[in-house]
C-alpha cells in the first residue's frame, strides 16, 4: 500500500490549494478514503471522508462549507479542494484509507496559510 500527497504549499488567508493523494498497492475503489491534519504541536485533526463510490461525504465542522472532498476512481486519486483557506488550516494533510479505522497513511503534505 502506497499514498502519495503533493499539491501543499503556501498560501495567503482566502486563498485555495488542491490536495491529491496518488494511491497504489490496493484495490482503491472499495476503500472509503480519508483526510487527516496535523498542525504544529497538536494531535491529528479528522478533516474529511469520501465513501468508496464518492456520493457520500463527511466534513469536520471546522473546515465544512469550505472543503470538498473528492476521488477518481479510474485514476486511484483522492482529492481535497481547499478555499477560503485560514490561518488555523495551517498543518501536515495525510491521505490515509479507511473511516473509522485508518490503517495505511501517507507522510503528508505541507499547508501553509500565512501574509
Known amino acids: 500500500v502506497q499514498l502519495v500527497e503533493s499539491g501543499g504549499g503556501m498560501v495567503q488567508p482566502g486563498g485555495s490549494l488542491r490536495l491529491s493523494c496518488a494511491a497504489s498497492?490496493?484495490?482503491?475503489?472499495?476503500?472509503?478514503m480519508s483526510w487527516v491534519r496535523q498542525a504544529p504541536g497538536k494531535g491529528p485533526e479528522w478533516v474529511s471522508t469520501i465513501r468508496t463510490g464518492g456520493g457520500v461525504t463527511y466534513y469536520a465542522d471546522s473546515v465544512k462549507g469550505r472543503f470538498t472532498v473528492s476521488r477518481d476512481n479510474a485514476k486511484n486519486t483522492l482529492y481535497l479542494q481547499m478555499n477560503s483557506l485560514k490561518a488555523e488550516d495551517t498543518a501536515l494533510y495525510y491521505c490515509?484509507?479507511?473511516?473509522?479505522?485508518?490503517?495505511?497513511w501517507g507522510q503528508g503534505t505541507q499547508v501553509t496559510v500565512s501574509s
Open positions: 498497492g490496493f484495490t482503491f475503489s472499495i476503500w472509503d
Open positions: 490515509a484509507r479507511g473511516r473509522r479505522t485508518m490503517n495505511y
